[in-house]
């Protein structure tokens, strides 16, 4: 007998907020994606060559097309380096408010999927493994999954995309835990 949706807002909820809460003492309290980012040389003047672009994703060289991507001017740019891809984020002070509301809404689609495909797959009464383990692959796949782009196309290291997913996989563990635990 399938599940209903309705009959999930506990487990949805629940762990959609222990995500949230596990993420916070990781990036708060562990701390070991701190060695993630660099200090770029020369940083303030860097710096004030960039203060005058506005928030967006930008990329060094640039080429707005695959066919200036093929110019000889482009080319030797690329090779000459430095190639980059920047993320200027508003300037101002930092208030996380905004991304806190935005991972919290996160965690809790990401649980809401897990609940549908749970919902869809296991039985009501079913073991504790039994949901576990659906559980816990749609929520890994969810938060660990697309990691290993960022270092396959956009050159992020490789020791900070197996943070991401080591994340991804303790968050996956997690919501797994809180459906199995929950389960109707």
């Not at 959609?16 to 040389?41: C, K, R, T």
């Not at 960039?50 to 110019?71: F, H, Q, V």
């Amino acid at each position: 007998m399938n599940v209903s949706l309705v009959s999930l807002w506990l487990p949805i909820l629940a762990s959609g907020v222990v995500v949230f809460m596990a993420s916070s003492l990781i990036w708060m309290v562990v701390n070991y994606h701190n060695s993630d980012w660099q200090e770029l040389p020369d940083e303030d003047t860097a710096r004030m060559a960039l203060k005058s672009a506005a928030p967006g994703k930008y990329s060094i060289p640039y080429a707005a097309t695959a066919a200036e991507r093929k110019s000889a001017e482009w080319q030797e740019k690329f090779k000459e380096g430095p190639a980059a891809i920047l993320t200027i984020l508003p300037h101002g002070s930092l208030a996380m408010g905004k991304q806190m509301v935005q991972w919290i809404i996160y965690c809790l689609a990401i649980s809401f999927l897990v609940a549908y495909v749970a919902s869809v797959t296991v039985s009501a009464g079913a073991d504790y493994l039994n949901v576990f383990r659906i559980a816990g692959t749609v929520a890994v796949l969810a938060y660990a999954g697309a990691a290993p782009m960022r270092s396959i196309w956009f050159g992020q290291p490789w020791s900070a995309t197996a943070k991401d997913v080591l994340d991804g996989v303790i968050y996956g563990f997690l919501t797994a835990g809180v459906f199995g635990w929950l389960w109707p």
